[in-house]
């Protein structure tokens, strides 16, 4: 595939600092925007070296001008700590950048890929999720600012793509996890890992029994660039479904970290899925891709990353 200019918008976060590294890989311009408000300069430093890498310190709710030849919007905070911290700010992150970058795409004439979410199908009433599936969000609660931002984001998508014929995906990310993980990210596995290793007790929400399907980041990377690079528009789900119950995964996580830690329960937080798997049945047919990449080899590679950051 001939050389592009690509801009990678939450460049330094965690997925999307993955895939600055396997795009400049094939041998592309990237230009990564971040505010840092999650994302870190760390993720990305080791880049700088690169000629052809470009780091850009912008906020997305501001309008941006380049040209560029594609676009993945990355850009959103997308654990519940984070994103609840600052819900309006949220909000006009996947609205207000949302169309931001689609104007931007317009004007330069480029594909936009959306990274957008399992957590349109809010707590779903249908198992696993299919693409067809329109999903169960509760607009007024805490999760709305992430969950009704990125639908929101999904219909711009669309609309541009009906009115002004731009050039769209919509990838719809499962739970993704591995190294450059955020370690106050709040999520399910860097909460389990860390809090295995330094002894800590495992702090479940709810009684263990929810489940989650986890995707390795370097499986999700190459999904999304499949997607960006062959002629669906979607949406289509990226993510592992192999499914596993909270508590399944806080046992593995002790085995793996060789950890004396317990476990606690604690209250479910409002709004929080029962079950989540996805359909991949569409990416399978349509882009030839699935996860690769085991749920014990990744945690176990995840896990070791965690062992280095904080010098276990």
Known sequence: MAKQKILVTGGS????????????????DVVCVDNFFTGTKSNVEHLL???SFELLEHDIIEPLEMEVEQIYNLACPASPVHYQENP???????????INMLDLAQSSNARILQASTSEVYGDPEVHPQPETYNGNVNPLGPRACYDEGKRVAETLMMDYHRENQVDIRIARIFNTYGPKMAQDDGRVVSNFIIQALTGKDLTIYGDGKQTRSFCYV?????????????NNIGPINLGNPHEITVGDLATEIIELSDSISQVIFKELPEDDPKQRQPDISLARELL????QVSLKEG???TVKYFREVLGK
């Open 288 to 291: 030839g891709w699935a996860p």
């Open 13 to 28: 976060g965690f997925i999307g600092s993955h895939l600055c590294d396997f795009l400049l890989g094939k041998g592309n």
């Open 49 to 51: 070296e690169n000629d």
């Open 88 to 98: 309006v700010k949220t909000v006009k992150t996947s609205v207000m950048g949302m």
């Open 299 to 301: 945690m176990s590679l």
């Open 218 to 230: 370097s499986d999700m990377v190459l999904g999304l660039y499949e997607m960006m690079n062959q």
